[in-house]
């Protein structure tokens, strides 16, 4: 199976980065490709981290990558689909693409630039939003482990605690791990309260 991420936000930021190295990491650097960077990218615009995993990227749109993919069988995991991924896909699709976006709340359809582009089918991973490197998990388990959406332990909007006093809430889905504990990718929890704390740093000043 192929991994197909098509990058959607300006640059780089430090939770990409880390949601892609947990990606390159998840599914091997050789089932991922990260496709349509601007024209302009050269390898010195990749950041180190993921160079140093491997990631393989153009700047070519994803219909352009292994000499051009056969409209059939690829799959757009889209939030708004009508059909949930299962097992059965694993036969129908060899490349499954994502939107390389990160979520927002209110929930914008920026998938849908994708979904009107390229006229893939879709499939829709149940109704709530996933961070990329959570989609991308759970395809995997579904069409590599052949393991039915229902039967994925999910956990929805958890909250992350600092300390005894402070928490914020992440407004998605995440798989959980076998300690009962949602899946982040490495380093994500450091930045989550890196970053909640500067919140809280710029609202004293
Ligand atoms: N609200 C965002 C949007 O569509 O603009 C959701 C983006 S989500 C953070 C990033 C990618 O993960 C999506 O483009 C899609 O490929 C995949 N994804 C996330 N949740 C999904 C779901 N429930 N069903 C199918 N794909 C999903």
Request: glycine share 6%.
């Amino acid at each position: 199976m192929k991994y197909v991420i098509e990058h959607m936000e300006e640059g780089f930021s430090e939770w990409v980065i880390l949601e892609y190295s947990q990606i390159i990491r998840d599914v091997g650097r050789e089932n991922l490709i990260l496709t349509s960077l601007p024209q302009s990218t050269t390898e010195n615009d990749i950041p180190q981290q993921l160079r140093d995993l491997g990631l393989v990227w153009t700047t070519d749109e994803c219909v352009t990558i292994d000499g051009g993919l056969k409209k059939d069988a690829v799959c757009l995991l889209d939030p708004a689909a009508e059909e949930e991924l299962s097992p059965q896909d694993a036969e129908k699709f060899d490349y499954f693409v994502f939107g390389g976006i990160l979520g927002s709340h209110p929930r914008v359809d920026r998938t849908g630039i994708l979904r009107k582009k390229y006229g893939f089918a879709g499939r829709r991973l149940g109704a709530l939003q996933m961070t990329t490197d959570t989609a991308i998990r759970t395809t995997k388990i579904i069409i590599e482990q052949q393991t039915e959406f229902r039967d994925i332990a999910f956990i929805d909007y958890p909250e992350i605690k600092f300390n005894k006093y402070e928490s914020t809430e992440m407004p998605f889905r995440y798989v959980l791990d076998a300690e009962g504990n949602p899946v982040l990718p490495k380093g994500m929890l450091d930045l989550i309260k890196h970053d909640a704390e500067q919140s809280i740093d710029d609202l004293l000043m």
